[in-house]
């Protein structure tokens, strides 16, 4: 990967993918290969917004790289509510570390900072925008449980506001699967997405009803229907009903399917089916911490190992860095 | 030590607590003595409740053992907040980390968890349930202050609610002790806790007055009274008053009576005792790190050393890990 | 440096001022000179104001010192609102910390903290109190940019409320700067500190206009004009209008002229200022970093390397440290 920043999927190439989810593999089996080179290393935590998982998994990768972190903390506590520009803000933390995570309720956020700073910025989730870290580990996980050639895959629940969905769908763009969108009528993909699909070549089937396609499916990718989405409690209780999975489910499934959810999850998926063969999503998650360091070792490396992984972001040190 | 979780205080038996106190002497006479065993060791801090001293003595506790945190954050700040389950909470941050701390308002939130997971869980506090390292580190400070046999202890204050007292009463039949209660009738210690004490052979007294048995205390342990606890705040005033103490009460106990606290104090403890002899509060709240040291190092260990602390943990690597 | 503590800037001799700097540049240089020094120095961060600049770059410099931090945690999310003094707070982290750096609201917090504990205390900003370390960055930035010597300041903004305004005003005195102070009638210099500028032989001058000394500054000092001092909107706006800066107003100042702000800015300094030659605030900001990392070394340091900064605290071990 030859990239400054990590700013969307989009930027990502299937050689790209590949060389981070190869170098991923190589670090979840020996994952103190290259502690002695980031022992120096400073990473900025910036989430402008909550998050468990997504900081505590670049949190965790820095950490297994031999790295450390710097946490602007919750904005309640900083002086962003001051009135700082973001600008400035991320201007100012550069000069604290050798890359920035950033977090943010504006679209469009990571990119803005990436054209302030010479650090690394990686993008973890800026609004309705990208999550491309996520969109990895994803890959990452069916990769390993389905391959990512040849794969037929579902994607169930909110297409409409899902980022997830959206960045996923079009990173799978470069590996020639069958796609199959399952939701409520008023939360189908939407069209500007559907025609960006259909412009990468996207195979792709639009469904309201699970059982129309789950016989045929490598993985289910399960997201959340949120209670926000609909005025009515009643319509939201009849409609989320309609697209959550339980182990009886899975039955009427392939033997091999595997169930996928990025997580929190509230009711689209039974606890019965945590325990059996189809369950990924707790494996997802942890994916997020080899995933994050094969990312960060590709962006904050030297890139002197000719490691896939090896990259060549600007980080030339400051008088204060 | 050996288990593979820490969820109460009623777990360890008599040669437990005085491996862990073993330990932690060691420990705090030779702090570098394992600090390469934990160079790759991470702990997860997981508080869904507020903090100072319990979090930053085991944040403190990890990093002298020379391992690191990964720090859940605050609720406000997580994605529990989005209807997480504990469960599904604790099972992807397992992917985290090597160990995981916990603090839940909940009873048995500890317990639920350590059900979820592979590595290690210590209670570091249930709601009104448990808090065995405060109970462990407690005792120590009597070992190095009174020792733990012929022991006389007077404890006083908020008997009723608070989950210290009764976690270091039921610890202290382990040894025999003479236990003095000393309440307002109100406050008195519950009947429940009462009967378990006398099942396990106590020898214990009830008084309303601390001056009945003042003369005759190797230890004093005061609590808070919380002004909550009352409707009526003259009431609360008039009683919360009889059961503080200040440098004029101690003239009338033993040269060698050591008092302690939980902390935080409000009024309990007047600051003139701060400067006698008397005070081991700060003392005991420093002796949780050597504590937690020893605590978690028997926990995370592989126990390859023989030493007292060395535990069985299952924290055999997931992928992620 | 030979303190125990850092609280106040008014506490440093030209001699100490020079010796951190001196060691700043230092560590500008070659920071990884102490690494193994700090590699078992924990420093608690304890923060009972919000901070996002000032806390990072604390926790920036101890760990590129080799150490790290244990961190108090937002005061929401701490036992300080159970209503414990801060006293018995710092009493607590001593325990658990080599050094104590403190934010909190009330003038002389750091001060009383520092006679309860016995490891070295920073005052990282004390209400309308003191910052020294703020001070510090800034002759820093001064000395790299424009030299301490025949210096001509221009400090303009709020002069009345400004702690760090009044800190680096009489920091100067020790090195007879030219200072003129530039404000609104409102927002004047309080007499009391004009007082202490002129005992301490200051050559000071007061103006409402900056066009009447801005062709003679070395260095033009900004600070943010607040929205809550005025009760009125509309005068705010039209003082606080006259009291910013862009591209075209440095056009009538010297091409060397360097413009310096403690951050976080909000309109005081235009945008096109960023890119010229003039500014100097994100490095000045940057600075942070090996100034504290000078600090840090001069306090909580053995001493015994002879270096400049060299301290000579009490860091004697407790028994849980």
């Known amino acids: 990967m030859r990239h400054d920043h990590l700013l969307s999927a989009g930027q990502l190439t299937r050689e790209d993918i590949e060389a981070v989810l190869d170098r991923a593999a190589d670090l979840a089996a020996d994952p103190g290969a290259v502690s002695d080179r980031y022992a120096d290393t400073l990473l900025a935590l910036c989430f402008f917004e909550p998050s468990t998982r997504t900081k505590m998994s670049f ?19 900083s002086s962003v509510k001051k009135g700082e520009s973001l600008a400035d803000t991320v201007r100012v933390i550069e000069g604290y570390a050798d890359g920035i995570v950033l977090r943010h309720p504006s679209e469009g956020a990571a990119k803005l900072a990436s054209q302030f700073v010479d650090v690394p910025v990686v993008n973890a989730g800026d609004g309705a925008g990208q999550h491309p ?82 016989g045929e499916l490598d993985v289910l990718y399960v997201t959340r229907i949120q209670r926000e989405r609909f005025p009515d409690e009643n319509e939201y209780q009849q409609i989320a009903g309609e697209y959550q999975i339980d182990a009886e489910t899975l039955e009427r499934a392939r033997d ?59 980080t030339d040190g400051g008088e204060s860095r």
């Open 256 to 314: 091999d399917l595997t169930v996928m959810h990025p997580l929190p999850r509230v009711d689209e998926i039974a606890p019965d089916v945590d325990a059996t063969e189809h369950a990924a999503y707790f494996a997802q998650a942890h994916n997020g911490v080899p995933v994050r360091m094969a990312l960060l070792d590709g962006l904050l490396g030297d890139g002197d190992d000719g490691g896939a992984g090896g990259g060549a972001a600007a």
């Open 133 to 214: 870290s996520q969109t990895l580990l994803d890959l990452y996980t069916i990769r390993e449980r389905a391959g990512l050639d040849d794969l037929t895959i579902g994607i169930m629940g909110d297409l409409k506001y899902g980022r997830t969905v959206h960045s996923l769908a079009a990173a799978l763009t470069n590996f020639d699967a069958r796609m199959h969108f399952i939701s409520p009528e008023s939360l189908r993909l939407p069209r500007g997405v559907q025609f960006d699909l259909h412009d990468a070549g996207a195979r792709l089937r639009e469904h309201t009803d699970l059982d129309e396609v789950l």
């Open 59 to 77: 949190d965790t990768a820095i950490q297994r790289l031999g790295g450390d972190t710097v946490d602007m903390g919750t904005v309640e506590s």
